[in-house]
């Protein structure tokens, strides 16, 4: 994997990995900030997979995960749940930014864990994530 998709790709799953520790370990769980990982998880995902594929118009500046997903479209398959996930986790990187934007249960925390696994999951599928550039 190129460094730089390598990049955007560890920090995806480092922000996955801080939304599971506080969903496992906090009481009362941080749902804002659980969400917010989980949106940040699967926005530099998608941008490592911007990157894979060469980010031809530079790398968009934005946070809409549909509007991100359209960049690759052409170059990777993209389950339409992928569209649906992204429309679900899209507001958690902005909105929960300000009080009382969203609210939220701990089900929408545990979806949006579910849903960034996914994504990272499907990315980790479409790239080599050994680091190894020859791969």
């Not at 009362?28 to 917010?36: A, D, N, S, T, V």
């Not at 490592?48 to 052409?74: C, T, V």
């Not at 009382?100 to 080599?128: C, G, M, P, T």
């Amino acid at each position: 994997m190129m460094s730089a998709t390598k990049e955007w790709y560890d920090l995806a799953v480092t922000d996955l990995g801080v939304a599971k520790h506080l969903n496992s370990t906090y009481y009362p769980k941080p749902l804002e900030i659980i969400c917010y990982h989980c949106q940040q998880a699967a926005e530099k995902n998608i941008k490592a997979l911007i990157m894979y594929y060469g980010a031809q118009s530079g790398m968009p500046k934005l946070h809409d995960l549909s509007f991100l997903l359209n960049q690759i479209k052409n170059q990777v398959e993209i389950e339409d749940k992928f569209y649906e996930y992204a429309d679900t986790l899209t507001p958690y990187g902005v909105s929960i930014r300000y009080p009382n934007e969203l609210f939220l249960e701990e089900r929408h925390a545990d979806k949006a864990i579910q849903y960034a696994d996914e994504i990272v999951q499907w990315v980790s599928d479409n790239v080599n994530t050994s680091g190894d550039e020859s791969a």
